[in-house]
């Protein structure tokens, strides 16, 4: 009978023992699964932002094009939107990028390219103001980004 009675504390003990394991193995594994999620949903919003980068120049671009043919200042409405939008989403990947150099380093490429070209599109307007631009003067836009 003691023999069964060990037996039975054996068997429990290690069947508790694999609970145990199996319990410290799924916690493990859903710790990675998070971990992976949080990743990914940084990825999704860096990407955003610099689609959003992306966008403000493009309507600053638009509206300053726009301004330039038209010479109606309601174009130069979605520009000075623009030019102050593309830095808010600078910023905002440079806080999700704090902890990567690699991508700090990309990032700030991006920012002296960025304000290349709000400097260029500042010129232009200034440039109109005073005399017509020129094609060769409109042609330089395009070797900036």
């Keep these: 009978m003691n023999t069964q009675i060990n037996k039975f504390h054996l068997s429990f003990i290690t069947a508790l023992g694999l609970v145990f394991i199996l319990a410290?193995?799924?916690?493990?594994?859903?710790?990675?699964i998070i971990t992976s999620a949080a990743l990914v949903n940084n990825s999704k919003q860096i990407t955003l932002d610099l689609e959003k980068i992306s966008g403000s120049?493009?309507?600053?671009?638009?509206?300053?094009?726009?301004?330039?043919?038209?010479?109606d200042k309601i174009f130069l409405e979605p520009f000075n939107e623009g030019l102050r939008e593309y830095p808010q989403h600078i910023k905002a990947v440079r806080q999700l990028i704090f902890n990567d150099p690699e991508q700090k380093i990309k990032l700030a490429a991006i920012e002296v390219l960025a304000q290349r070209r709000e400097d260029y599109m500042h010129k232009i307007l200034e440039i109109d103001r005073l005399r017509a631009t020129?094609?060769?003067?409109?042609?330089?836009?395009?070797?900036?980004m």
Excluded: P
């Design 24 to 32: 410290i193995f799924s916690y493990t594994k859903v710790r990675t």
């Design 57 to 71: 120049l493009t309507d600053a671009e638009t509206g300053q094009r726009g301004y330039l043919l038209t010479k």
């Design 134 to 144: 020129t094609v060769k003067e409109l042609l330089v836009g395009k070797s900036i």
